[in-house]
């Protein structure tokens, strides 16, 4: 299992990216995706997370009305948009992916998931 991420960067408070993983090694079908984040000094966090299987989606509170998780299935990739960022999203974000199955309610624990990638540095200015 392969998961890149690509998208990171710096941006200005009020500004948006996109966050893209491209994922490899395994059927993009029935599995939980999704990104976590970690700022300095603080624990790592899901941000917004989906089940490919049946469309299931979780959003933070943070995240919640900012940001959207989506997939394309025909290219194995999915994304995070983030909207109308601010300094607290500063973080390295990583993509995460793991089989649907045994995922029960746990999709915002990052203990959940065994496949990660190796992240992308997100800065926003004020």
């Known amino acids: 299992v392969q998961l890149v991420e690509s998208g990171g960067g710096l941006v200005q408070t009020g500004g948006q990216l996109r966050l893209t993983c491209v994922t490899s090694?395994?059927?993009?079908?029935?599995?939980?995706i999704g990104w976590f984040r970690q700022a300095p000094g603080k624990e790592r966090e899901g941000v917004a997370c989906?089940?490919?299987?049946?469309?299931?989606?979780y959003y933070s509170k943070d995240a919640e009305g900012r940001f959207t998780i989506s997939s394309n299935t025909a290219k194995s990739t999915f994304y995070l948009q983030m909207n109308r960022m601010n300094p607290e999203d500063t973080a390295v974000y990583y993509c995460?992916?793991?089989?649907?199955?045994?995922?029960?309610?746990?999709?915002?624990?990052?203990?959940?998931?065994?496949?990660w990638g190796k992240g992308t540095q997100v800065t926003v200015s004020s």
């Open positions: 989906m089940s490919t299987t049946d469309g299931y989606t």
């Open positions: 995460v992916a793991q089989p649907h199955e045994g995922m029960g309610e746990g999709y915002y624990l990052y203990m959940k998931y065994d496949n």
């Open positions: 090694g395994f059927s993009f079908n029935d599995y939980a």
